[in-house]
């Protein structure tokens, strides 16, 4: 399951990195979502909408790779997981979280930004990380310098990536995917514009296939 989830990424590309307030909205992102040509969700664990959101996606859109992000606790990657929830994530990697989601067998994709951190996830048998947040941390530069050593540990960028460097990141074969937020902003979502975001969708998911074509 893990090795399958990893392969959708790759394919799809562009993660869409969703904030939910309210679940009503969910329906009608996952059609822009899917519409627009990237079928995936990391709907994050932020708000009190995002459990109820995770399922209404995931019933709604079976084909869709609808996740959780922003999973800090063991309870959390539960009740995501019993949303319907595909694949956690994590902003950082605490062991006990990425142990217990592992153990149930949930694909999980802790948050690393240092060499430690990335040796920690590769012990338990991870070779597929979040590196967070991406930009702060040293881009593109730092990822091909930290993946020289750990060469069989690809990554998933967040934080930072639009769609003006984002080409660059996908060209780099160690990045599976990247997390995105510019094309399911909060403020788009919050006013129902999703006509937008389906366009803005659309284009990210060109740039994808202009990269890997």
Same mark, same amino acid.
């Given at each position: 399951?893990?090795?399958?989830?990893?392969?959708?990424?790759?394919?799809?590309? %562009?993660?869409?990195?969703?904030?939910?307030?309210?679940?009503?909205?969910?329906?009608?992102?996952?059609?822009?979502?899917?519409?627009?040509?990237?079928?995936?969700?990391?709907?994050?664990?932020?708000?009190?909408?995002?459990?109820?959101?995770?399922?209404?996606?995931?019933?709604?859109?079976?084909?869709?790779?609808?996740? &959780?992000?922003?999973?800090?606790?063991?309870?959390?990657?539960?009740?995501?997981?019993?949303?319907?929830?595909?694949?956690?994530?994590?902003?950082?990697?605490?062991?006990?979280?990425?142990?217990?989601?592992?153990?149930?067998?949930?694909?999980?994709?802790?948050?690393?930004?240092?060499?430690?951190?990335?040796?920690? &996830?590769?012990?338990?048998?991870?070779?597929?990380?979040?590196?967070?947040?991406?930009?702060?941390?040293?881009?593109?530069?730092?990822?091909?310098?930290?993946? &020289?050593?750990?060469?069989?540990?690809?990554?998933?960028?967040?934080?930072?990536?639009?769609?003006?460097?984002?080409?660059?990141?996908?060209?780099?074969?160690?990045?599976?995917?990247?997390?995105?937020?510019?094309?399911?902003?909060?403020?788009?979502?919050?006013?129902?514009?999703?006509?937008? %975001?389906?366009?803005?969708?659309?284009?990210?998911?060109? %740039?994808?296939?202009? %990269?890997?074509?």
């Amino acid at each position: 399951m893990y090795d399958e989830i990893k392969a959708r990424f790759q394919e799809i590309g %562009i993660i869409p990195v969703v904030v939910l307030e309210d679940a009503k909205d969910a329906l009608a992102l996952g059609k822009a979502l899917m519409k627009g040509g990237l079928p995936a969700a990391e709907v994050t664990f932020r708000t009190d909408a995002a459990e109820e959101s995770i399922r209404i996606m995931a019933k709604e859109f079976p084909d869709m790779l609808v996740g &959780a992000g922003t999973v800090l606790t063991c309870e959390q990657a539960d009740r995501a997981m019993a949303a319907g929830a595909k694949f956690i994530v994590a902003p950082g990697f605490n062991p006990k979280v990425v142990n217990y989601c592992i153990e149930k067998g949930y694909p999980v994709c802790p948050g690393v930004q240092t060499p430690g951190e990335m040796e920690q &996830a590769m012990e338990l048998g991870l070779d597929f990380v979040k590196f967070f947040p991406a930009e702060p941390a040293g881009g593109l530069s730092m990822i091909k310098a930290v993946a &020289a050593p750990y060469t069989k540990l690809t990554f998933m960028p967040t934080g930072g990536i639009n769609k003006d460097n984002v080409k660059d990141y996908l060209k780099y074969n160690r990045i599976v995917a990247c997390g995105g937020t510019w094309m399911v902003k909060s403020d788009m979502i919050a006013s129902g514009d999703f006509e937008k %975001i389906e366009t803005l969708t659309h284009e990210a998911a060109d %740039i994808v296939k202009e %990269i890997r074509a």
